[in-house]
């Protein structure tokens, strides 16, 4: 059975990740090469993003509870300047992280703060924040080693948790589903299975038993399931990937209406 990660193993997540993005960035042949996953970036924009995501987050636990980010942390977030040398840059990198690292341990896992989600799944506070930013880490670090030249899988500790922290984080809402009410399954090859509802009172996920070589499919079928590696599903939830690379069952057109769907949280 799944386990939900501790506090500690999510940190240890965003050390790792960030420790291979910077491997990735420091092997790549310039800080120029475009990144095929985020077209309108370069790697050094890439980093950009990443640091200035973990300094951001990191003033906003550090703000504690409110109704919207700090106003500094978005100013200087805004205006934010970065080293243009790649070995600065990669050092102004390594504090970015450590900064949000040192802020999240200070706090520990409870402390409530601001944050874009709904709380219908995904707590607002330093935990929901660090799981958050374990698969931020992990999916660019996925993006730094396309420009590369030399991707990597995602380890499946990572991706097991990254696939349920979308559905929980980036997809549950309680706005109302604008179509008629449908299930999408999620099934791992890693024997993980997580069941997305949508309907008028917005969308939730459940973990459901993966299906096996003697039963198939539940009897229970949702309106389309999608099959592949942990890893495989993240970066596809992630829109790093089409359908197309995956196992799609049932009817594939929900998965265009999921895609083009962007509920209120």
Not at 25 to 32: G, K, N, Q, R, T
Not at 129 to 149: C, K
Request: proline share 7%; aromatic share 8%.
């Amino acid at each position: 059975m799944q386990k939900n990660l501790e506090f500690p193993d999510l940190l240890r997540m965003i050390d790792e990740r960030s420790a291979a993005f910077r491997s990735a960035v420091a092997a790549a042949p310039s800080l120029d090469a475009q990144v095929p996953t985020c077209p309108e970036w370069t790697l050094f924009d890439l980093v950009k993003h990443l640091g200035g995501g973990d300094r951001f987050w990191a003033a906003i636990v550090g703000a504690g509870p409110a109704d919207g980010p700090p106003a500094e942390a978005v100013a200087a977030r805004a205006a934010l300047e970065v080293p243009r040398e790649r070995e600065a840059l990669l050092a102004w990198l390594a504090d970015s992280t450590e900064l949000l690292l040192s802020t999240l341990r200070e706090t520990g896992p409870d402390a409530g703060c601001w944050a874009w989600w709904s709380a219908l799944q995904t707590p607002r506070s330093s935990g929901g924040v660090a799981r958050h930013r374990a698969q931020e880490s992990a999916v660019h670090t996925y993006d730094a080693q396309l420009a590369a030249g030399a991707p990597q899988p995602l380890p499946v500790e990572v991706a097991l948790e990254g696939v349920e922290e979308f559905l929980f984080t980036c997809v549950a809402t309680l706005s109302a589903w604008p179509h008629k009410p449908a299930t999408f399954d999620f099934h791992a090859t890693e024997g993980c299975s997580w069941r997305l509802t949508v309907d008028g009172d917005g969308a939730r996920t459940t973990r459901i038993p993966a299906p096996t070589a003697a039963t198939g499919e539940d009897a229970d079928a949702a309106g389309v399931s999608v099959h592949g590696t942990a890893g495989e599903l993240v970066v596809y939830l992630y829109d790093r990937i089409p359908a197309a690379s995956l196992r799609v069952d049932g009817d594939a057109g929900l998965l265009d209406l999921l895609r083009a769907w962007e509920p209120e949280n």
